[in-house]
C-alpha cells in the first residue's frame, strides 16, 4: 500500500465486488460475534457501519470491481482521497489505497477496513 502523509484529513471509497463467490468468518466490530460474511453482507454492514459512525461524508460504500475475480471472495478495495477544505471541493485523485483481495479473514473485524485507513497516523477510531 502506498501510504499518504500521516496528518492529512481523510476521505474513503470503499468498493466492494458482489460478483465474487465465497464467505470470511470474522466480527463486523471488535468484541462482536462472529459472523459469516458474503460479498452482500460485507456491503451492508460497511454503509451501516458508516452510516452509525456519522462518516457519510468521508467514506463512501459501493458495488464495484475489487480486483482478485479469479478467486473465492469477498474482496474489498479501499481508495484513499485527501478531505478538502470544508469551502473547496473535493478531488478524486487517491493518495493512497489498500486492497482486501483474500486478506479479509486476516482482520481483527470488518471494521478495520475503515479504520485502518480513515484513521492512520494517530486518530483513534470510533468504537
Avoid at 501510504?3 to 470503499?14: G, I
Avoid at 466490530?29 to 460485507?42: C, H, M, Q
Avoid at 459501493?62 to 480486483?67: K, L, N, S, T, V
Amino acid at each position: 500500500m502506498r501510504e499518504p502523509a500521516p496528518h492529512t484529513a481523510r476521505r474513503l471509497v470503499v468498493t466492494v465486488c458482489l460478483r465474487e463467490p465465497g464467505t470470511v468468518r470474522l466480527p463486523v466490530t471488535r468484541g462482536d460475534r462472529v459472523r459469516r460474511l458474503d460479498a452482500p453482507a460485507i456491503l451492508r454492514a460497511l454503509t451501516t457501519l458508516v452510516q452509525a459512525r456519522g462518516l457519510v461524508a468521508r467514506v463512501r460504500v459501493r458495488e464495484g470491481c475489487a480486483g482478485g475475480c479469479s478467486g473465492r471472495g469477498p474482496n474489498v478495495n479501499v481508495d484513499i482521497l485527501a478531505a478538502a477544505p470544508d469551502d473547496k471541493p473535493h478531488d478524486s485523485v487517491a493518495v493512497g489505497w489498500k486492497t482486501y483481495v483474500y486478506s479479509l479473514a486476516t482482520l481483527e473485524c470488518l471494521a478495520d477496513v475503515i479504520d485502518e485507513n480513515l484513521h492512520a497516523g494517530g486518530t483513534p477510531p470510533v468504537p
